[in-house]
């Protein structure tokens, strides 16, 4: 059996923020943190942190030597949920574990002294065969090929990983994902007819990734989980809307609200 991921913040403040992508902006993130005032305070951000495009000797520089203390004084820890403008790899657990930054495998429970918060990552690029041309141009042209797109991409929906809950007695009041529910706004992403034309399969998999968070909240609320608010990035805009009972908040980049 699976073990659970969870990580227990409850000697920590209560005050919990919701952040849009990053896209890698990691400074003008704590920029806003201080300009905002907010201090005592976990901020969660909803996927496309920007984890991936640089080697990892980049991000550990940055965050020991400029964003360390900032978020230390400030008492705020960043959790990083993975969206698709991330690397895989960096959500092991492991490659991002700082005393204020990490970032969450998927399926993480964050347990805060009021809530349980389920964070999933993933989402599917409208623009990923135009990255995978750029990234076969760099290689043709000799040059230093980061990747620009990741083929796991993907929301992952695994069932087993819910069980888990059940089996741990785990009630879950909030979710953090990177893309949202079929019924959720908005209904496309923007400029996705003109990259359905180049990508057969782009339409497709983006209404089975909807369909997908669609089944997860179906779950949660099929098996009693008294789910309250649900939080997502990835389509560059801001929206709350109620769904059953359940308020979604379509979070803006770098746009910040309250747990």
């Known amino acids: 059996m699976n073990a659970m991921q969870w990580l227990d913040l409850s000697e920590r403040s209560d005050n919990i923020i919701a952040c849009g992508d990053v896209h890698g902006e990691f400074e003008a993130l704590a920029?806003?943190?201080a300009e905002y005032g907010i201090s005592?305070?976990?901020?969660?951000v909803a996927g496309d942190c920007g984890f991936g495009f640089e080697p990892w000797c980049f991000y550990d520089r940055l965050y020991r030597e400029r964003l360390h203390t900032r978020l230390e004084q400030a008492n705020v820890l960043l959790l990083m949920v993975r969206g698709n403008h991330d690397d895989p790899?960096?959500?092991d657990g492991e490659m991002i574990d700082y005393p204020c930054m990490k970032t969450l495998p998927d399926y993480t429970v964050v347990h805060t002294r009021s809530h349980n918060i389920l964070c999933i990552g993933g989402a599917v690029s409208v623009d990923r065969n135009f990255?995978?041309?750029m990234m076969d141009m760099h290689r043709m042209q000799g040059k230093r090929c980061l990747p620009l797109y990741w083929r796991d991409e993907a929301f992952?929906?695994?069932?087993?990983?819910?069980?888990?809950?059940?089996?741990?007695?785990?009630?879950?009041?909030?979710?953090v994902t990177h893309s949202a529910p079929s019924f959720c706004p908005p209904a496309a992403k923007r400029d996705l007819e003109h990259f359905c034309a180049g990508d057969e399969w782009l339409a497709d998999d983006i209404r089975h990734e909807r369909?997908?968070?669609?089944?997860?909240?179906?779950?949660?609320?099929?098996?009693?989980h008294p789910l309250h608010?649900?939080?997502?990035?990835?389509?560059?805009?801001?929206?709350?809307t109620i769904h059953d009972g359940t308020i979604f908040h379509l979070l803006d980049i770098m746009e910040m609200k309250g747990i």
């Open 229 to 240: 608010a649900w939080y997502y990035g990835h389509y560059h805009a801001s929206a709350t």
């Open 31 to 33: 920029e806003k943190i």
């Open 156 to 175: 992952l929906y695994d069932e087993r990983e819910l069980v888990i809950l059940t089996d741990e007695d785990v009630r879950i009041d909030t979710v």
């Open 211 to 224: 369909r997908d968070l669609e089944r997860l909240y179906r779950w949660l609320t099929v098996h009693g």
């Open 89 to 91: 790899r960096y959500f």
């Open 131 to 133: 990255r995978l041309s």
């Open 40 to 44: 005592d305070a976990t901020v969660v």
